[in-house]
């Protein structure tokens, strides 16, 4: 069977050697006679694989030495959910940029245990552009400073590095653009994301943290809650999900091989570039309304200006073996996420049948 296009947000495409790669693996890996996945997570294969991986992670991200990096469990959201209990003193303020969904979803999940604050908010816009930094509110006071780099559904996107300044660490949910383009970490006290979409398969969550924050002392909470357990145990401190572990390891190898972040933002850009061209080209066929500065390179939702055709997009997408591009339910239309897995020339497969679709539509 012809492997498909696969446009979803995620879990969304891994490339095809990868995957390959862990097929050939599968009954023996590394001459153990074994599964990655049989293996004890204390035996020296899997010691070795989590170290290299790290290493791996460090290299394809530039992460500096003060920051230390987690292998965890629970998804971004138990994440943000923990980010007040490990850094934040009961009901201390916690500064967050709502910039679409994922962004109001952070700050739900840390309101039991913060005082949480709307720094600027684009909601009033529908979230079509990012709340510009003169409007920003900012507390002299808080624990820490939250933005999202990419908002998933939403389709914005912070353009760069944020220079949050000094008043309080800048957290970001790099969720849904890790290692898409070059970053400088050393601007933020931490940078978390689920790795189901730029680094792999679900279940393991990488978190990116400055060692000083380790040492806060937080709130209340059992020691598997603690980062700060989890770094001094090398992610260990309980079980951790090895085969995705393995298979995270395997993708960061392979976006070092493709040439690193540099040549991921080339390749992000020039698709990205496409897909809106099909969309702003489309006289109205087609529509996006975030405003250009703030536009994702890695999420694109559109709608089509008659809702009637939607199924039939679908469906003959589908047909044409290119799955994934139902908008999520918040918005609506249509969605293509393009992550570094996804190679340009799927994406003009994408673009070619958005003109068609057009032509025969239009
Ligand atoms: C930007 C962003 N943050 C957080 C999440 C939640 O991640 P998880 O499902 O791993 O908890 C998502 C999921 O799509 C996301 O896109």
Known sequence: MARVLNFSAGPAVMPEVVLRQAQEEMLDWRGTGACVAELSHRGAPFMA???????????????????????????ATTLQALLPLNIAKQGQRADYLVTGHWAKVAMKQAAPAADVHVVASGEAGQFRSIPPRSEWQRSPDAAYFHVTANETIHGVELPDDIDAGTSAPLIADFSSNIASR?????????????????????GITLAIIRKDLLERRGQPRAD????????????????????????????VRWMIEQGGTAEFARRNGEKSALVYAAIDDSEGFYRNDVVTS????????????????????????????????????AIGGMRASLYNAMPVDGVRVLVDFMHDFRKRHG
């Not at 070059?182 to 679900?202: E, F, I």
């Not at 994702?296 to 994934?324: K, T, Y």
Request: with cysteine; proline share 5%.
């Open 49 to 75: 694989l989590a170290s290299e991986v790290e290493a791996d992670v460090r290299n394809l991200l530039a992460v500096p030495e003060s920051h230390a990096v987690l292998f965890l469990a629970g998804g």
């Open 182 to 202: 070059p970053s400088d970490l050393s601007r933020y006290a931490m940078v978390y994301a689920g790795a189901q979409k730029n680094l792999g398969p679900s």
């Open 224 to 251: 598997i809650l603690t980062w700060a357990s989890h770094a001094a145990q090398g992610s260990m401190l309980n079980t951790p999900p090895t085969w995705n572990w393995y298979l995270l390891g395997l993708c």
């Open 294 to 329: 703030a536009r994702s390179r890695m999420n694109i939702p559109f709608v089509l200006h008659d809702a009637a055709l939607d199924a039939a997009f679908l469906a003959e997408s589908q047909a044409a073996g290119l799955i994934g591009l139902k908008g999520h339910k």
